[in-house]
């Protein structure tokens, strides 16, 4: 007996790949990224709460090569994580909504999130 080949219900290797695909995966991976670097940041706090040790200790891990890199990551985190956001928030509206619409606003919120976290960088770190 011939066998048929079973239905398969749409998948990632089936979908064509697309920015606003790709955004909305972003979109939840900063927001997990985000707890994390919340917990950096707690931990800053509680080793200034603690004493000048603890916190010149957490202040040199931060300051690290590795460290800063981590601390960069967090900031485009979530500074990408808002703008993701603010395009939700305009769809909330019933705007952008059409194909074409969808991909540039897909493609600002890359782009804004790269320029505004070099221009937190700049003015907080590099420039400070
Ligand atoms: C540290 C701060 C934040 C954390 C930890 C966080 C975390 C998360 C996580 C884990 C999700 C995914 C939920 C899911 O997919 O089921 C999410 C979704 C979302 N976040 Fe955040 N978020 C933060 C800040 C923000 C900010 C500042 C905004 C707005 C400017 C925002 C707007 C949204 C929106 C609109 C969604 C839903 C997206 C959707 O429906 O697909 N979040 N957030």
Redo the contacts with the bound molecule.
Sequence with gaps: MSVRARPTSPHLQIYRWTVTMTM?IL??AT??A??AG?ALLAIWLGAAAFGQDQLTMVNYIYGSWFGQIVLFGFTWS?VH??C???R?FVWDTAAMMEPGQREAMAWATIIASVIITILIWTAFVWMA
């Design positions: 909305s979109h939840r927001g997990i985000n707890y919340m979530l994580h808002m993701g956001g603010l939700h």
